[in-house]
């Protein structure tokens, strides 16, 4: 099956730096991009919705200042957490859609973000 | 609203005995459906999916699912489960007019030697 590649899978940072993480999708074009993030023992939030050339759509409540959404290529997409803080420690998963109605979500391995 | 429950938060089974994790979802349109598996610190991974044809479908790992249209559920089945079974389970739905996913709040799997 597809293959979404995200970079780091770990990443520690001090409060107030700012931390960027990487999705690739390897075999094929992903015409779209989601990033969602996870709390502990709960489901995945949807944060953002990521085409390729345009601006991202971001989901009620998500501040587009705090998670930049880059979508510069049909194979990479880039959230960057800026100025972390404690409160933006959590598992962040991003997932790739070939397109059309029936198209499946691929996912990447998630990266956790521990900010201290 | 449009949603996607999963009625079981924690569903504990003893080794090679069968599974049914539960979805229900609410919608009044045309959806496709998912379950995606979750193991520790990884991301997500498909499981099966129903798009159109016959309502019971297989996927991976022995698993299957039936679409039910009139009770709107989807839940997932596995006759007989296995230790690495364990796991977090996502029940799916995508409106066939959108590109958006809404997930289920999981199912914890755990099987018991």
């Known amino acids: 099956g597809a293959v979404v590649s995200q970079h780091p899978s770990w990443v520690i940072c001090k409060s107030g730096t700012s931390v960027k993480i990487e999705c690739r999708s390897l075999?094929?074009?992903?015409?779209?991009m989601f990033w969602y993030r996870q709390f502990p023992k709960q489901s995945l939030m949807l944060m953002a919705t990521?085409?390729?050339?345009?601006?991202?759509?971001?989901e009620q409540g998500v501040e587009k200042d705090k998670f930049l959404i880059n979508h510069a290529s049909l194979t990479l997409s880039t959230l960057t957490v800026t100025s972390a803080h404690p409160e933006d420690s959590s598992f962040y998963i991003c997932?790739?859609?070939?397109?059309?109605?029936?198209?499946?979500?691929?996912f990447g391995e998630g990266s956790r973000l521990t900010v201290l | 609203a449009q949603s996607v429950t999963q009625l079981d938060s924690q569903v504990p089974v003893f080794e090679e005995a069968p599974v049914e994790l539960r979805c229900n979802y609410s919608?009044?349109?045309?959806?496709?459906l998912f379950w995606y598996v979750q193991y520790p610190n990884q991301g997500l991974q498909l499981l099966l999916k129903?798009?159109?044809?016959?309502?019971l479908v297989k996927g991976i790992n022995g698993f299957e699912a039936e679409f039910n249209k009139s009770q709107t559920s989807f839940h997932l089945r596995k006759p007989s489960v296995h230790i690495s079974d364990t796991a977090e389970y996502f029940c799916?739905?995508?409106?066939?007019?959108?590109?958006?996913?809404?997930f289920g709040t999981g199912t914890s799997l755990t099987v018991i030697p």
């Open positions: 990521s085409n390729e050339g345009s601006k991202a759509t971001y």
């Open positions: 919608s009044s349109v045309s959806v496709y």
């Open positions: 799916a739905v995508r409106y066939l007019k959108s590109n958006q996913f809404y």
């Open positions: 075999d094929f074009q992903a015409t779209t």
């Open positions: 997932s790739a859609t070939r397109g059309g109605p029936t198209g499946e979500l691929f």
């Open positions: 129903y798009l159109s044809g016959s309502t």
